[in-house]
């Protein structure tokens, strides 16, 4: 017969860690809140600066494929929503930007519809249409 343990396992203490954590957020300062978010933020962007190319491509691809599952789940409403905050947020940087930074806009757009058109037609003409 196995020897009973003793003390909490490991994911009790896990699970009492974590309502530990949550309780000291509940009550912390708008300071120390800005803090450990500040840490959180440096964590990430040295975790990122050290990550190798295969890394962050890996990490690139699984956020691609859960904003595909999160969209591909979403009702007509929340995909409205989504795309109405998305015309604001386009609004809102267009009111903030310069003449010289809405003429550099101008130029990249219309650019990218010139090699987007050559590409369509180099394409139609290698499939021979």
Aim: with cysteine; proline share 1%; hydrophobic share 25%.
């Amino acid at each position: 017969m196995p020897k009973r343990k003793r003390g909490i396992t490991g994911d009790v203490a896990s699970r009492r860690e974590a309502i530990r954590k949550r309780e000291r957020r509940v009550v912390e300062t708008e300071e120390e809140r800005s803090r450990r978010l500040s840490t959180m933020a440096q964590r990430g962007q040295d975790r990122r600066a050290e990550e190798t190319e295969e890394q962050r491509n890996s990490r690139l691809s699984d956020m691609a494929q859960r904003g595909q599952e999160r969209r591909a789940e979403e009702t007509e409403e929340q995909r409205n929503r989504r795309l109405a905050v998305m015309g604001q947020r386009s609004q809102q940087r267009r009111a903030v930007e310069t003449e010289e930074q809405r003429k550099e806009n101008a130029f990249w757009g219309e650019r990218n519809v010139y090699v987007s058109d050559n590409i369509c037609k180099k394409n139609k003409s290698e499939a021979g249409i």
